[in-house]
């Protein structure tokens, strides 16, 4: 298969390599292809070097910036010459795509499956540069704007809403820059939990050779790819967390190990406290915190959380992921972390170019994503939400010379109020539906938000009619414009019914998801011991309980204890607490084989 030899630029290495080289061949049966080998010198070689090289290796190939397995061999000063393959092949496919007629749905499903995809592995490794990806961005946004015929569109919402979440207004996009990042830190997370690895102990030994890689720092002459993942690490650094087991590791003032989301380390001011290491906050003896010393050091906000946390004096202090429940780092969680970063930073606000008036996200969006109707209809009802339809005095608004009447009464200004609930034929098309009561609603409402919230709350069947209808209605408006024949009140008034209909009823018998059978309590097999429990949590006091029941192979209760938790950070420590009270019970009952129920529907799940 391909492979990449590393070899200093001179005659005498470039003789034993053709010597292996010939040594493989003889044991293999197979032969070097000179013809589509390649060698690359680094700019410093001198010329005669370079043909001597080239004359013992037999290699006539000489290239300056070749791909190793769709990755840059090389990177130069020039990074966006480098990474530029990346923007020409999302290009190509995007001129593919032009091709083809595809809805707002549609086009949705290329850019987040294929388009923003392409980069993902080079991101793995490199910072691709900021400007690179914002180009990406400019090409992805330019096309889902764009039209079959027309490229050059207006764009009507901002990039930076479209990135946001789906559940936050936007389309889930996302932001290609902050996705590198949370690729490069995940290369840093790998260096944390495998310290040992040949790739960490290369990097380690000429980077870190203290063995600590949070505490690296950027030298002279590193290369690229330590730079890039050094950006990575800033992204890991606001993520993790330590959790206490001997508390030798961590210090105290420095690290973060206090479990809270706007700051991980202590509040209290250190002043002149010579204390440094956590487990001097602990009392050796007794295995416990020194609750007297803490609450002497520590203001009452962080004294509570440190008195909250449990002690394992026989474990090692363990470096987590905060925002998982399991510390365990995700790509998905480092780019929320470095997207609420970024937005905490930006004095930019985030709101829709038409609509920054409002509160879009206190809306209900997952329930208008979860509509029972096609995508394109949602889509539709998205940007009506953003104010971001392209009717006349919207364009008037933004700089375009053009008569704002109405394209289907011809009588008023059309903005979005007139057109669907205000125009003489609309009126027509509400009454036929028999909608009317809904229509004297709407045309009172000040902002598609407004609208949708008051869609959002009306009957199904009544709701999928008008939804369906404001998708009709601005399809009949675009023929009217383009000089087709307006069709009848009747026949739009029937469509909207039937397709709203058929809606309901696709949905309908759509597949029920697979639901997982029911766990009903069964006794352990022969010489065990099943251990039930539970925990209780109030988040007002921070105060729990636990209670365990342990029974033997015939069912019967074996023993069972009780107990109150004084100190708890959230619900799932209070189970964590009553599963290890049952497993402390069964071992001084001398049980040896035990189930633990707790356990079993974590794995389960």
């Known amino acids: 298969d391909d492979s990449l030899i590393l070899f200093q630029a001179n005659g005498g290495d470039a003789q034993h390599l053709q010597a292996i080289l010939d040594t493989y061949e003889e044991c293999s049966g197979q032969m070097i292809n000179r013809e589509k080998s390649a060698i690359m010198f680094s700019p410093n070689t001198r010329r005669n070097e370079w043909d001597e090289v080239m004359q013992e290796l037999a290699i006539a190939k000489e290239t300056m910036n070749e791909r190793f397995l769709g990755l840059p061999v090389f990177v130069g000063r ?4 480098v990474f530029a393959y990346l923007k020409e092949r999302i290009w190509t496919r995007i001129q593919g795509w032009k091709e083809k007629m595809l809805s707002r749905a549609g086009k949705e499903v290329l850019i987040k499956a294929v388009a923003q995809a392409i980069p993902t592995f080079a991101m793995g490794c490199f910072d691709i540069t900021k400007e690179i990806c914002d180009q990406i961005s400019m090409m992805i946004c330019k096309y889902w704007w764009s039209n079959q015929d027309k490229e050059n569109k207006m764009h009507w919402i901002k990039w930076e809403k ?3 979440s789906k559940g936050e207004g936007g389309l889930g996009f996302r932001d290609i820059h902050a996705f ?10 790998r260096f944390v939990q495998d310290p040992n690895s040949l790739c960490a102990r290369i990097l380690g030994a000429k980077y870190f050779p203290n063995g600590d890689i949070l505490s ?3 030298r002279n002459n590193m290369s690229y790819t330590w730079r890039s993942i050094l950006k990575g690490l800033e992204v890991l650094k606001r993520g993790i967390i330590w959790h206490v087991g001997d508390g030798s590791s961590i210090r105290i003032w420095e690290d973060p190990w206090l479990p809270r989301e706007w700051t991980r380390r202590p509040i209290t001011s250190r002043r002149n406290n010579l204390l440094g290491r956590v487990d001097e906050l602990i009392d050796q003896s007794q295995g416990t915190w020194d609750e007297q010393l803490v609450r002497d050091i520590f203001w009452p906000q962080d004294a509570e959380l440190i008195l909250a946390l449990p002690v394992h004096g026989d474990m090692e202090d363990v470096l987590a992921w905060h925002y998982d429940n399991r510390g365990i780092f995700s790509v998905r969680s480092a780019y929320k972390v470095q997207r609420a970063y970024e937005k905490r930073m930006s004095s930019r606000p985030t709101a829709s170019s038409s609509n920054a008036g409002n509160n879009t996200e206190s809306f209900p969006w997952k329930r208008l994503w979860g509509l029972k109707c ?6 539709h009802l998205w940007r009506m939400s953003h104010n971001s339809l392209a009717v006349r005095k919207e364009l008037a608004r933004r700089g375009m010379d053009l008569d704002t009447k109405c394209v289907m009464c011809s009588r008023l200004e059309e903005d979005g109020a007139h057109l669907f609930f205000k125009c003489k034929w609309a009126v027509k098309v509400w009454r036929e539906m028999g909608m009317e009561k809904h229509r004297c609603v709407l045309e009172s409402k000040l902002s598609g938000l407004e609208v949708m919230k008051y869609i959002l709350g009306i009957e199904e069947r009544e709701q999928m009619v008008v939804v369906t209808f404001l998708w009709l209605w601005w399809l009949e408006r675009n023929r009217v414009r383009e000089g087709e024949k307006r069709k009848s009140v009747e026949d739009i008034a029937f469509m909207c019914k039937q397709y709203a209909s058929e809606y309901l009823n696709i949905c309908k018998h ?12 069964r006794r352990p097999a022969q010489g065990w011991v099943e251990i039930n429990s539970d925990g209780a949590y109030s988040k007002n006091s921070g105060e729990g309980g636990w209670g365990v029941i342990i029974r033997d192979e015939m069912g019967d209760v074996v023993e069972a204890a009780a107990g109150k938790s004084i100190r708890l950070l959230d619900a799932f420590q209070s189970e964590v607490e009553a599963c290890l009270a049952g497993v402390m019970l069964a071992e001084e009952l001398g049980a040896e084989r035990i189930v633990d129920s707790l356990l079993k529907q974590t794995l389960l799940c």
Do not use: F, R, Y
């Open 180 to 189: 590198n990042l949370a690729m490069l830190a995940k290369q840093g997370w």
């Open 510 to 521: 759509s597949v029920e998801p697979v639901q997982a059978p029911k766990q009903l309590w």
């Open 162 to 164: 479209l990135t946001t």
């Open 216 to 218: 690296a720092t950027a």
């Open 78 to 81: 020039s990074k966006t010459k």
């Open 374 to 379: 096609p995508g394109k209809i949602k889509h």
